[in-house]
């Protein structure tokens, strides 16, 4: 990240956001010259507007004309020079600065684990990064600059214009106060309005973006009608409190505008009775007039720029919320060096064991312990794939009494395959998840190849132990780019092919259009429900994972097809590990151990052959899906 989320934590905005400022700050500098030169000319050039009133049309000394237009001219294009100059840089400081914002919090949205978007709308986020993140760089590179201007012109044309009369400059001093008055009440009153405009534009955002990923549902029910309505009520509260605001200017702006006038009025009348009087010449008048709208500008505008500072202050309260939010699932400070070691001593645990002729925990493809001690010294951090539920217990963070999981305790031993069924709710899904570490169990250990899931390096771990989601998500890509996408650099198009192959999607790819290099509609859209699965089961057999996690992965398919993929996963060098999540007896009857869980418990385990025999619950599913018959015909 650009910046350490925890630092300026208890200061206030423009503290928080200066660490991703600094690296533009030498443009800040050059921006502030040229700012500088910009408001000095602004100043020097009504003195000489008087100067030609008084000397050329009222003295008539015409020959200094020309010397006094040509002067104008060049102050004028100096101005508009640096100007320019000043405002393009800033623009580019703002943007810079943005840029750095917007990483570190599209950085920390990928440090954030499943709690926080399972309880935060997709509407909220998408805010943050656009509306809110541009209200940031408006303020940064416009209003920064235009507060500047609008000091730096009235304080100087009010100091001038002392200098010019400091009658008539006093007269209009006493209205000045009135003015801040004004200013401070639109800025108290704009503050909480323009946070409930974020919060309201994050809620219609949300629902924008459900509908749009939902309209086929919308559409097979019949409910157009009724999510329009839904939406014209958030539309109708966004309105509301965007017209709140407007009722909040409306409430302040035309005194300001008045004030405005008034100092004009005063100084047409003022002005005019002192040049009659021989107070002050007609020049004088002349450029104490500009001078005076320059006074004006900054007090007509002073509403709309707090507007905007309401805005930025809004917007930084909800990204610093964003960028502090701090993840549950962490990694150990020094978790390759504590693997490393603890890789050693269950090796050398095992070694010890087949040495004294112990029984140790079985091995993947007939490799012997001292082989397997030499394979983890050369790679310390590969994952063989050996898992162990050690009495684990699991309840979400945000409803802690309600379990979800209790009291799982079984083994699979690395190369082996473990089958899961259980109703919709059983904590199928969930149980999988803390394999990879999506959570931490609340009670016991999940074990890893005798490590616990906690201490391995989150991108060892997720990086071996691959899951293909129940909801299958495929990138706006190719099929190619989505099967690659989670395999090494130096994969080529043959090994994505052989990907393919194995999980049967080979053909099917072949005979769309372009093969490969089809582009695949957002989140997979035109393909069916089995060709997305199979190029999720691709993709994820493209990474190589020593541990294969399906979720119910073939749901989608036909048996023949089923039956296929699952002849080509065991066909696969590296004795995989391989979870299969099931409603269907075909997908786990091969498994080494199946678990039948409800409610969160095992209530059965055991090979196919032994759960059959036993007439439990799992039996109770044999029965129902292939029928009692098929059953006796099979011996059961």
Not at 1 to 25: E, T
Not at 29 to 35: N, T
Not at 479 to 491: K, M, V, Y
Not at 493 to 516: L, T, V
Request: hydrophobic share 40%; with cysteine.
């Amino acid at each position: 990240m650009y910046v350490n989320p925890a630092k300026n934590q208890d200061k206030g905005n423009l503290r928080w956001i200066l660490p991703y400022c600094k690296p533009d700050l030498p443009r800040v500098a050059g921006a502030i010259v040229l700012f500088c030169v910009n408001n000095t000319m602004a100043l020097i050039i009504p003195l000489l507007s008087g100067l030609i009133v008084d000397r050329v049309i009222t003295q008539g000394h015409v020959g200094e004309l020309a010397r006094l237009c040509v002067m104008m001219i060049v102050f004028t294009l100096v101005r508009v020079g640096s100007r320019y100059g000043y405002q393009m840089w800033m623009e580019r400081f703002g943007q810079n600065s943005v840029y750095r914002l917007v990483s570190d919090e599209y950085e920390k949205l990928h440090e954030l684990d499943f709690t926080y978007f399972n309880h935060t709308r997709t509407g909220d986020i998408m805010s943050r990064m656009t509306s809110d993140t541009d209200a940031i760089r408006h303020a940064l590179s416009w209003v920064s600059y235009q507060v500047a201007d609008c000091v730096v012109m009235f304080v100087g044309a009010l100091c001038v214009m002392f200098a010019i009369d400091w009658r008539l400059a006093l007269v209009l001093a006493c209205v000045t106060p009135f003015i801040f008055v004004l200013t401070r009440g639109l800025s108290t009153h704009a503050h909480p309005l323009f946070f409930a405009i974020r919060n309201s534009l994050a809620s219609l955002n949300s629902m924008v973006e459900e509908n749009i990923e939902g309209n086929r549902v919308v559409k097979a029910f019949v409910r157009e009608p009724y999510e329009t309505e839904k939406f014209d009520e958030h539309n109708d509260d966004y309105m509301q409190r965007n017209m709140a605001l407007a009722y909040n200017s409306r409430k302040y702006m035309p005194w300001l505008d008045g004030l405005g006038f008034s100092l004009q009025l005063i100084t047409l009348g003022l002005g005019g009775f002192l040049v009659i009087k021989g107070y002050m010449t007609l020049g004088n008048l002349v450029s104490f007039n500009s001078f005076l709208w320059m006074i004006d500008g900054p007090v007509r505008q002073s509403g709309w720029l707090i507007n905007d500072w309401q805005r930025f202050n809004a917007s930084c309260i909800k990204i610093r919320k964003l960028l502090t939010e701090q993840p549950r699932i962490v990694e150990k400070p020094d978790a390759v060096e504590a693997v490393k070691q603890a890789v050693t001593i269950v090796e050398q645990v095992k070694h010890d064991d087949e040495a004294t002729g112990a029984t140790g925990a079985p091995v993947a493809s007939g490799t012997s312990g001292a082989q397997q001690s030499t394979e983890r010294k050369s790679c310390p951090l590969h994952i063989k794939g050996d898992i162990r539920f050690d009495h684990v217990s699991f309840a979400f963070p945000d409803d802690p009494e309600t379990p979800i999981l209790k009291d799982l305790d079984f083994t699979v031993p690395a190369g082996s395959k473990l089958g899961i069924l259980g109703e919709t709710g059983a904590g199928k899904s969930t149980l999988v998840s803390l394999i990879s570490r999506f959570y931490d169990p609340t009670v016991g250990h999940v074990l890893i190849d005798g490590i616990d899931a906690r201490d391995w390096p989150l991108a060892t771990l997720r990086s071996q132990v691959c899951i293909v989601a129940q909801d299958t998500f495929l990138f706006s890509d190719t099929i190619g780019g989505n099967i690659g996408f989670g395999a090494s650099g130096d994969s080529d198009d043959r090994y994505i092919q052989k990907m393919a192959q194995i999980a049967g999607a080979d053909n099917f790819i072949r005979s769309m259009p372009q093969g490969y290099d089809t582009v695949v509609g957002e989140r997979g859209v035109g393909l069916s429900g089995g060709q997305k699965q199979r190029l999720s089961l691709a993709r994820a057999l493209a990474d190589n994972p020593s541990i294969l996690i399906m979720d119910d992965t073939t749901s989608a398919v036909d048996m023949e097809t089923e039956a296929e993929i699952q002849k080509h996963l065991k066909e696969m060098d590296g004795g995989k590990t391989i979870v299969a999540i099931a409603h269907r007896i075909s997908s786990v009857k091969d498994s080494d151990l199946i678990l039948v869980l409800e409610h969160g418990r095992i209530v059965e385990r055991g090979t196919h052959a032994e759960l059959v025999a036993a007439h439990g619950r799992y039996w109770d599913i044999y029965h129902k899906q292939l029928g009692l018959q098929s059953g006796q015909s099979q011996g059961y």
